[in-house]
């Protein structure tokens, strides 16, 4: 079994290395700062135990996993490693550098991966000298519980290279879901809209956060609602990923990034984390009740519903991933209950264009362009 390098142990590189143990691996889980390297240890160990009492794994398990992590503040650690996964600071500059540094150490057939969520995976392979070997390994936070992981062949990467690490991280039992090098990859991409078209409804006025929420639950069959779901997520990580993805598309009006949420997060409203996002989590403080209208809870359902749909077509048109692999994704990334292709097939594909056709009449606004591909199949449908 090779052994894995983990190189940053913050929030996703700790969880990565204990995925990677508990699959059996020797993991070297490297970090330039030692407390977080000491931090690390400390919270691996404590989940561990959990996981004991919790009658998960047993102590053997829980011992021979703790054994298989080696810690370490020395990148030297990773001249064994048949991969390492690159999980430090999002900044371009700073992961040139570090991939640079990591080809000058590492094995000649060394994988070289990257867990960024926004950056571009040619870009990071494009300072190293052997640049079929980068790939980009995307997993969600936790990394221990959420089943997917997206796995991302830049131009560089070599069919070798994806076909081991696909096999690698499926044999970690995870679902692995296969995307071109985009912005967003599947899921940061295809989910926008359930945020920005909330907080478009919201600030129009047709309702508040607790009814939008309560019609993404209770019709939408959701397990959270938006606004609740970026409370979870804290304002400011999510309002970055809307402005990057924005960014990266070239400021397409689809992505477009809402002042609502940026002013919560320019508050300090940021959710849970902070006590205070779109809800207040203080002690005692009662939830808004929301107004439990059918009509308007359908109406705000549909809309964000439709605008998720075209994202997914928008997806599969470009070929960023295969129909099965968008569907997949949304359901192990972000726990969706059915896959947004699968769910347009079922409300009816003509019904969903033309629901956008009349968003795209009404407001005269890009971002409610039909997808060609969705156009397409219609026709086609009503040619049968
Ligand atoms: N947090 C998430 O929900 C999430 C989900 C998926 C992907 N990601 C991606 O994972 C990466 C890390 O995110 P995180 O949330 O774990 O961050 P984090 O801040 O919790 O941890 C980053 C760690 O990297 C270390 N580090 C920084 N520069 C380093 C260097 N030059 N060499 C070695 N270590 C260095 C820091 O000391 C820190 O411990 C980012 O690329 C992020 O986009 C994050």
New binding site residues.
Partial sequence: MIEIGV???????SGIAQVAAQAGHVVHL????ES?VHI?KRNLEAVLSKLVEKGKISIDEQNATIDRIKYSSDMLSFQNCGLVIE????KIE?KH??FEQLEGVVAKDCILA??????SIASIGSVLEKSDRIIGI????PAPLMPLVEIIPSVQTSNETLEIAKNLIASWKKTVCICKDTPGFIVNRVARPFYGEALRIYEEGIADFATIDWAMTSIGGFKMGPFTLMDYIGND?NYAVTESVFSAFYYDPRFKPSFTQKRHSEAGFYGRKSGRGYYNYAEGVEFPKPNEDKIIGQEIFERIIVMLINEAFDALFLNVASREDIDLAMMKGVNYPKGLLQWADELGLDWVLSKLENLFEEYGEDRYRPNPLLKRKVKNLKLV
């Fill in positions: 190189l940053g142990a913050g929030t996703m590189g490297v970090d330039v700062n977080a690390a999980v430090i600071i999002e700073v550098k570090v990257s867990n960024t969520s926004s950056l995307h997993f969600f936070n990580v």
